[in-house]
């Protein structure tokens, strides 16, 4: 039903003569669901356009060497700790989720990957990478907590 309704989306848009076209990739949802990364870590049957064994350092190109190499299933376990290292791990773990939300088509998550969000929102991918180039541990964990808050938004998911 939703393939649906986005196809028929994408051709009112098209006939309206806009130059760009949604993917899929971008989901079309915005709104206030956000699943936390218990759920995505109990639930890899939900998961959309990547798999638990992904690579972090693949999705967060700028991600601190200690979470690059995690798989998205190690990230979701959470962790923490002192220093840069410590707050990495607590960043892995919120944007994790929250790209996992983003990818899902039944979610009205408010952040976009590749987008602008809801409200404003800066584009995930990019906002968490420039996070982890900062080399601040203020700022990732920052946006961690930022990112957790969104997670927690209630998950409509069962």
Not at 15 to 29: E, H, I, K, L
Not at 36 to 61: C, D, I, M, R, V
Request: with cysteine; aromatic share 6%; net charge positive.
């Amino acid at each position: 039903m939703k393939n649906a309704l986005r196809t028929i989306l994408c051709t009112l848009v098209i006939a309206a003569g806009a130059a760009a076209v949604p993917s899929a990739s971008q989901a079309v949802v915005i709104g206030y669901d956000g699943c936390t990364p218990g759920y995505w870590k109990n639930h890899t049957e939900n998961w959309q356009e990547t798999s638990p064994a992904t690579t972090f350092g693949s999705l967060f190109t700028k991600a601190r060497t200690n979470v690059k190499t995690l798989t998205l299933a190690q990230s979701l376990a959470g962790g923490g700790g002192g220093g840069l290292d410590g707050a990495a791990l607590i960043l892995a773990r919120a944007a994790t989720a929250s790209w996992l939300n983003a990818a899902h088509d039944d979610l009205g998550y408010p952040w976009r990957r590749a987008g602008t969000g809801l409200d404003g929102r800066p584009a995930l991918v990019s906002t968490v990478n420039a996070a982890f180039a900062s080399g601040d541990r203020a700022t990732m964990l920052e946006l961690a907590s930022r990112l957790d808050r969104d997670n927690n938004l209630g998950c409509p998911l069962s």
